[in-house]
């Protein structure tokens, strides 16, 4: 099988930057709140990125100073890309340790890089959004690069009227 990786260095550097700016960047237009999620749009070369995003409702263990953690949805029309489940930690991630994202008895095991975690294909990509449209919750289990296991748990309210605002934006 090949490996699939979402992002050529190009769009991984514009990812790095939304994810050093947080959910939101500056410049980025608000599509709007849905519930839980939060739907925005940029241009870049002229072409649009849309993307998604969410923090949790609950993180485990509670003494752990983290950075930001969040979970983010894009389409990318620079590369064509769409529905790109990305997940920030806020802490680096066990290096080839997979991180797991349930939704309900659905798990998606996703490789790290620093403090991301992405799924390994556009179909289990695919498969995951299709999976959250469907739920209510998403639980993600990982390991920090010190061994702590953390559990985090997003709401999936408002999940499809945001993942619908972003592709109408986007043209998906």
């Known amino acids: 099988m090949t490996r699939y990786m979402p992002l050529d260095l190009r769009a991984l550097a514009a990812l790095a930057f939304l994810c050093a700016a947080g959910p939101a960047a500056a410049q980025d237009t608000r599509l ?24 949790p ?22 590369d064509g890309s769409r529905n790109v489940v990305s997940i920030i930690a806020g802490y680096t991630y066990t290096e080839g340790k997979a991180v797991v994202a349930a939704v309900g008895p ?9 403090d991301a975690a992405w799924n390994l294909t556009p179909e289990d990509d695919a ?39 972003i592709d109408e934006a986007c043209g998906a």
């Open 32 to 55: 709007g709140l849905f519930d839980d999620w939060n739907a925005f749009e940029f241009t870049e070369g002229g072409k649009k990125v849309c993307y998604m995003s969410s923090t």
């Open 57 to 78: 409702l609950d993180m485990e263990p509670k003494n752990v100073n983290r950075g930001d953690v969040y979970i983010q949805v894009t389409h990318d029309n620079r």
């Open 106 to 114: 659905d798990e998606f095991r996703m490789f790290t890089a620093a």
């Open 127 to 165: 498969a995951m959004v299709a999976k959250m449209i469907a739920g209510s919750r998403l639980t993600v289990l990982g390991e920090s690069s010190r061994g702590t296991q953390t559990r985090d748990i997003y709401s999936l309210l408002g999940f499809t009227a945001a993942h619908k605002a």
